[in-house]
C-alpha cells in the first residue's frame, strides 16, 4: 500500500451544549480530519487536539502542521506502508501523539478497509456493544446540575461523570448522590487539586463514587500514589497515561486502580491497545475517555472499547449528545448501549453533503517533503 493522495479538512460544527475549555463555552466544534487516498482505497482519521492547548500542549493548528510537514512525508516515504511501518516512521518525530494518532487512524482504517477486516476485529474486540456514560461538566447552580443529571438518567445512561474543581465538590456531588441514590456516579478533577487539598478530596469517600479521576498534575504521580493511600475512593489516571511505559510506572507506584484510555493522547490505537494489555496484566480495569469526537472517532472508540479490559462504562455517546447533525450516520444509543461497528475499516465514513455543508477549508496534496 502506498500514499497516493493526502486531503486535510477543517470543519466547523454547531455543538448541541456549550462545552467548556480554557478559554470559556464554544458553542461549536472546530474540527480536523485526514483523508488518505492510498493505492489500495482510501481512509480516515480524526484529530481530537482542541483549538487551544488546555487539555495538553497540542492545539489543532499545530497538529495539522505537524501532520502536513513531518508526519506525513515520514511515512508516505515507506516503500511498502503497513499501519506498524507507519507507527515506527513517526516515532522518529518526538511528542505529538495527537498529531500521529490522526496519521495512524486514517492509514489503519485504509489498510483494514482493502483486507475487508473491521477496527474491532483487528484490535481485539470481545463484544457487541458498549456500555455508555455521560460527562456532566460545571454546571451554574446545584439545582441546574441536578436537573441535568436526571435527563441523562431517564435517557438510560449506565454511567454519571460529575466534573469538579475547587470549590464545586462535595456538595454539587452529595446532591446529585442524595438525588441518585443507586446511580453509577464518579468525578473527574482534570488535574485542577494539589495534594495539599487531600483532605477536601477525602470527603468525597462518602459518596461511594466508582472513581476519582485525574485529581492531579499529569507529571505527580509520586504525589498520586500517596493521595492514594489517603482516600477510599479509587483514582483513576488520564493525563499522566501517555503510553503503555507510563502505565506500567504508574501502576507500580501505585498511583492508580483504574485507567482511563484515549487514543489520542497516547499516540494512537495501536498504542491504546498495548495500554490495555498492560493494564490487563496487572488487573487493572480501564475504560475508554472520549474528547468529543465525530462519528469517525466515536467508531474508532467503539472498537477500543469492545477489548475484553474494557469492564467500565465508555465516555463514547450517541451523535445527538453532541451534535444536531453528525458529519457520519447518526451513532445511536438503546437502553445505555452502543453497537460495535463491524463493517470494514472504521464501519462508516461521512456522508458526503455533511461533508461539504460543515467543511470550511481543504488542502490536498500527493507531494510530499
Known sequence: MKIERVDLLRLVMPLRTPFRTSLGLELRRDILLLRVVTSEGEGWGECVALPEPGYSEEYLDGAAEVIRRFLLPAVAALGELTPAKAVAAMAGIPGHPMAKATVEMAVLDAWLRARHTSYAAHLGSVRDVVECGVSVGIADSIDELVAEVRDYVAQGYRRIKLKIEPGWDVEPVRAIREQFPDAELQVDANAAYTLGQARVLAELDAFDLLMLEQPLGAADLRDHATLARKLRTPICLDESITSARSAVEAISLGACAIVNIKAGRVGGYLEARRVHDVCSAHGIPVWCGGMLETGLGQAANLALASLPGFTLAADIAPSERYFE?????????????????????????????????????????????
Do not use: Y
Not at 325 to 336: E, L
Open 325 to 369: 447533525t453528525d458529519v457520519t450516520p447518526s451513532i445511536t444509543m438503546q437502553d445505555g448501549l452502543i453497537a460495535v461497528p463491524r463493517g470494514p475499516g472504521l464501519g462508516l465514513e461521512p456522508v458526503p453533503e455533511l461533508l461539504e455543508e460543515f467543511t470550511t477549508e481543504v488542502v490536498s496534496f500527493s507531494e510530499f517533503g
